[in-house]
């Protein structure tokens, strides 16, 4: 690891411990002689791992069909879906990624050796530091360097290294309630790469908390604000615009008095997730009514997850790039063949409106037990993963969409090669802002979805790219 990382690396960690100007006298040496350094690299792990969040979520959600960017702030082309090696978005994703996994590396190899006041606790959150950034390296990216400037490794590699990290987080950690967590991330990554057997026995270990909720949070205070929470909240005009239909759930974060002072977490790890996959497991393993049992716990679940009323009033979706946005309470057909549904759109002028603050979906029971067979049942499954999930940064990996290596990591490591620098875009992904279309009956104000995202994906379940269980 090169000096100017480790210098980089100590000032992320001493800026958040002291409120201080930097101080160019700080060696390396100096700080690992501290008696407080592995505390120290803890709190500046956290504070990476919220930074790190901030772009991920920011920047895949407006790829995804979630939310349209309908402001001139963050990323302009990636709605489009367009993904291009040189932008800088990609770069600054890569990087914050890859910046995580560092931190990890140094504090578990170079930090914790020089202080044994480390309890098993924490190095536990360093592996799983390092089990997360080589998660989102897998889901993300279609490859990535290893390590600062080494070999690139695929997609699939990462979420084996994912696992093996988390199962050393697993094995040190003392909290029954943490080490859920860690079991979960360990079936979210067998999940993806297609393991039934162990993506069920992970998850289901996991559920010993059945309410299990592990968040991130952000400080405002001290410069590290949920960036999610001002694009759809805090900012004016709110800069991102969600799906018409998935309207009834934004904003999943908001503030009372100074946002400074109140910036809500983002749920990492939830309970949700296990049900979720143990539910398309017993689907890809044609047992539909235990699948369906599955669902329902599922939104048994969400029924008891806090919802707090918001005033939204400010809300008038005019970033300006649109300008057609509902804004009363409207019918909204999920495509042009489907019935027109109420309740998706809210008025928000007419009072309080419910935030849904962890999950929040409008899929029902009845819904559910009115399934008859394999993809009607995974369209649910789909729909309430982008329901869920929805503002978490989740939806972009269901689509199959990957973000390519960056030119700048390119340009400075000759493992990089021409294949490594494409975007992966599966070819039923809907282009030149379809994706995110939807139009506007002047007479009813009916809203129509141009696509239905979830019905896409079942009908191409085959495709390499997406719904892991079903190859």
Known sequence: MKKTLISGLLLITLSTTVSCVDNPYVTEDNYLEKPNAGSSWIIGLQKQLAL???????????????????????????????????????????????????????????????????????????????????????????????????????????????????????????????KNVYALLQARAYYRLGDKSKAKQQATLALSDPKMLYNVRFDGKNNVPNEMQNAVYDALPNRLAPLPRLDYLDPKFFSVGTPQNDQKPLALVKAEEAYLILSEVALASNQLAQSQDYLNQLLDLVAQRPVEMVDDKKETRN????????????????????????????????????????????????QVAQVTSENELLYLIYLLRQEIFFAEGRRLTDLGIKFPISQIEQGNNPNVKDEHTKALIPSFIPNKLQMDDFMVDKVTGVVTMKYDMNRILVQNKTDKNILPLFK
């Not at 042009?336 to 029971?365: A, E, F, I, N, W």
């Open 319 to 366: 970033g300006g790039k649109r300008t057609d946005y509902p804004l009363k309470a409207v019918g909204v057909k999920f495509s042009s063949d489907q019935p027109v549904l109420q309740g998706y759109v809210l008025d928000r002028q007419q009072g309080k409106v419910p935030v849904y603050m962890v999950s929040g979906t409008k899929v029902t029971k009845a």
């Open 52 to 178: 790190t969040t901030n772009i991920v979520v920011i920047n895949t959600e407006i790829t995804s069909d979630n939310y349209f960017n309908n402001y001139t702030q963050y990323t302009k082309v990636f709605d489009i879906p367009q993904i291009d090696y040189f932008d800088p978005d990609v770069n600054n994703l890569q990087s914050t990624v890859q910046t995580l996994r560092e931190m990890a590396v140094y504090g578990l190899n170079t930090v914790a050796p020089k202080d044994g006041t480390l309890k098993p606790s924490d190095l536990a959150f360093m592996h799983f530091c390092l089990g997360y950034s080589s998660l989102l390296s897998g889901e993300l990216f279609v490859a990535l360097p290893e390590s600062e400037l080494g070999k690139v490794i695929d997609s699939r590699t990462f979420l084996t290294l994912a696992i093996q990290s988390f199962e050393k987080a697993y094995a040190l950690e003392t909290d029954t309630k943490v």
